[in-house]
Nanobody
Framework: QVQLVESGGGLVQAGGSLRLSCAAS????????MGWFRQAPGKEREFVAS????????SYADSVKGRFTISRDNAKSTVYLQMNSLKPEDTAVYYC?????????????????WGQGTQVTVSS
C-alpha cells in the first residue's frame, strides 16, 4: 500500500511563499517519478510540476515556471514544492502523485497514487 501525505499548505498573501511537502510510505521512492497537481473550485485538475526518480530532470507548467521549484530527497522519501511569488490564481488544493516509472509525465492519468491534497489560499 502506497501512501502519500501532503503538508505545508495554508493562507498566504500575494507575493508570499509556501513550501509543500509530500512524504511517501515506500522505501523504493527513488524508482518513481513524482508530480504535483492542483485543482481550483469549478476547474479541472491541472499539472503543476514533475520530477524524475533520480531528481535529475524536472518539468513545469508555464503558469508556474520561474516561481515554483520541485525537488526531492530520496533518502527521506519526500518530494517538495517551493512556491514563491504566489498569486491569487494559485489558490487551489494541491496534490502530490506518484508514477510507476522513473520518467516524468504531465498527464494526471499517468500517475497511479495520489495524496489527499493540501489547501493553498493566496489572498490579494
Amino acid at each position: 500500500q502506497v501512501q502519500l501525505v501532503e503538508s505545508g499548505g495554508g493562507l498566504v498573501q500575494a507575493g508570499g511563499s509556501l513550501r509543500l511537502s509530500c512524504a511517501a510510505s515506500r522505501r523504493t521512492f527513488g524508482n518513481f517519478a513524482m508530480g504535483w497537481f492542483r485543482q481550483a473550485p469549478g476547474k479541472e485538475r491541472e499539472f503543476v510540476a514533475s520530477i524524475s526518480g533520480s531528481g535529475s530532470s524536472t518539468s513545469y507548467a508555464d503558469s508556474v515556471k520561474g516561481r515554483f521549484t520541485i525537488s526531492r530527497d530520496n533518502a527521506k522519501s519526500t518530494v517538495y514544492l517551493q512556491m514563491n511569488s504566489l498569486k491569487p490564481e494559485d489558490t487551489a488544493v494541491y496534490y502530490c502523485a506518484r508514477r510507476e516509472m522513473p520518467s516524468m509525465r504531465v498527464r494526471a492519468d499517468e500517475y497511479s497514487y495520489w495524496g489527499q491534497g493540501t489547501q493553498v489560499t493566496v489572498s490579494s
